[in-house]
């Protein structure tokens, strides 16, 4: 048995019917030419043969008496393919947004804990004759990082595939669940090596807190304790920060990669810096269109990875900063040199404290009372009322630079679906993926009902920032005063009334 980490915990505890915490991905492939086979048969025989090569589809969840310790990870020798994989036509005429659509609605339920915590959809009927395929997995299992390595695990880099070697054979224990006398043992003894592990870290996470908290002598010898001035602990309430239903909707949106890093380079910042930018303007222009748009600037939760170079394992090592959007500038390449900066500011303050962040803590009875709160905060629906700390999540993830091919056929893309929260209904991933970088915006469908508007806002914001950087160079490795205002990209639309929003199917 394996224990699971405070931080893999806590997407277990904080789980809710509404809040269901798996992260997916959507990939489109193209079927080898001439193919005339069963596509979700081999899908299975190929995920089958895979399996082995990833714990996280076969390790389960055992929990503990009377949840008095986190569960546990053991292996299950009794995985029913029939159920984690699964076969769905589209109705005609099997549209992009059709698949979009089926995919809200399949990423909208929880995950049966009673089995490993993953399903694979083989969705066909597409009227380009392509097939889509669609993977979620429980986050308590992996991040976004250790995602990256489970697709290793079931792409190859050619379309012959490659040789699997078979797994190591080992004994059965015969038994369906474990004795409570074993699990006892095992809560007491990882309790007890979660206690000695903390204590020992002890000095190391005073140090580091130390140097995030005391700042550094100025050029006249004193120490300046004063807060930034645009520092703020609490970000503007918008029509996303409300508490969210199961029902999700979700748009999946490609640019280059060639001219996302045109973008950076000519502008002189990062390639993270664009991506938010790019989210930034969008977000600007769909509440404005809404006479929604906040005076104060928007702000995002935006996910930090803790991992060392090289490290799949199958865990979350991650933890979260917010970066200022600038959502109330109106210039898109000053609002872009603003979010420049707060990432230059957050990646140094993540920098002295990275050391201090514990990943795995004991924390006795976490199950039933993480749970209770999380339970608490959502049918109170306080997120209604309290003030957000951050607008929505926006999480890029380096992905895979090369061609991939599953079970034959060639993956055309590769958009991630990931999981809106209470007060941040909506949640925006990147990632990167053979020469594209594919956007993929899931929202609660009550707050957002036209996550397609938004996405089409996005590329629109991409075009703009794209005409910027061809006809303004950098100065001095920093971005140049602004260029003449560009038209509008997108037209105005209609004030909408939040009581009066009609949700739309996904």
Not at 161 to 181: C, F, M, S
Not at 204 to 210: C, G, N, P
Not at 227 to 246: E, G, H, Q, Y
Request: glycine letters at 6%; one cysteine or more.
């Amino acid at each position: 048995m394996k224990h699971l980490s405070g931080v893999d915990s806590a997407f277990l505890h904080l789980e809710s019917p509404e809040m269901p915490m798996h992260i997916g991905s959507l990939n489109v492939v193209d079927l080898p030419e001439g193919y005339a086979g069963d596509f979700f048969e081999d899908t299975k025989a190929h995920i089958q043969q895979r399996m082995h090569l990833a714990d996280v589809f076969t390790r389960k969840l055992m929990l503990m008496p009377l949840d008095l310790s986190n569960p546990v990870w053991v292996v299950d020798e009794d995985i029913d393919m029939d159920y984690h994989v699964r076969h769905v036509t589209l109705p005609k005429p099997g549209t992009n947004r059709q698949l979009q659509l089926y995919v809200a609605r399949l990423h909208s339920s929880l995950l049966d804990r009673s089995r490993p915590l993953w399903e694979f959809f083989v969705i066909d009927g597409l009227k380009s004759g392509q097939v889509a395929l669609y993977c979620k997995v429980h986050h308590a299992g992996l991040d976004g990082q250790a995602g990256v390595a489970v697709a290793k695990a079931i792409f190859d880099l050619e379309p012959t595939g490659r040789a699997i070697k078979a797994p190591r054979p080992r004994g059965r224990r015969e038994h369906y669940q474990l004795g409570v006398a074993e699990l006892l043992g095992a809560a007491l003894r990882n309790t007890l090596n979660q206690s000695v592990g903390l204590v020992k870290s002890l000095p190391l996470i005073a140090r580091s807190a130390r140097t995030a908290l005391i700042p550094a002598k100025g050029v006249n010898g004193k120490r300046d304790w004063s807060l930034p001035k645009d520092f703020k602990i609490f970000a503007p309430r918008t029509s996303l920060n409300v508490a969210i239903t199961n029902q999700r909707t979700f748009a999946g949106r490609t640019v280059p990669l060639s001219e996302v890093k045109q973008i950076a380079k000519a502008l002189g910042v990062s390639l993270n810096d664009v991506v938010m930018a790019t989210t930034a303007g969008a977000l600007r222009a769909y509440l404005k269109d809404h006479n929604e748009l906040p005076d104060k600037p928007l702000c995002a939760a935006v996910p930090v990875s803790l991992r060392q170079e090289g490290d799949m394992t199958s865990n979350n090592q991650v933890t979260m900063v917010t970066m200022n959007l600038a959502t109330h500038i109106k210039d898109p390449l000053q609002r872009l040199q603003k979010i420049n900066e707060s990432s230059a500011s957050a990646k140094v303050m993540m920098g002295r404290v990275k050391n201090a962040i514990p990943m795995d803590f004991p924390l006795p009875a976490a199950p039933w009372l993480m749970s209770a709160l999380a339970s608490l905060f959502s049918r109170s629906r306080l997120a209604n009322v309290m003030p957000p700390i951050a607008n929505l999540i926006i999480s890029n993830v380096q992905g895979i630079p090369v061609q991939l091919y599953f079970a034959g056929a060639k993956v055309v893309s590769y958009y991630p679906v990931s999981i809106p929260s209470h007060s941040m209904a909506l949640n925006v991933t990147v990632q990167s993926y053979n020469g594209r970088l594919d956007y993929g915006l899931i929202a609660c469908r009550r707050a957002v009902p036209d996550v397609n508007d938004l996405a089409d806002a996005l590329l629109s914001e991409h075009r703009t920032l794209m005409e910027l950087a061809q006809v303004k160079p950098t100065v001095a490795g920093h971005i140049a005063a602004p260029v003449e205002k560009l038209p509008q990209l997108t037209a105005k639309a209609p004030a909408r009334k939040r009581a009066k929003r009609v949700a739309v199917a996904g």
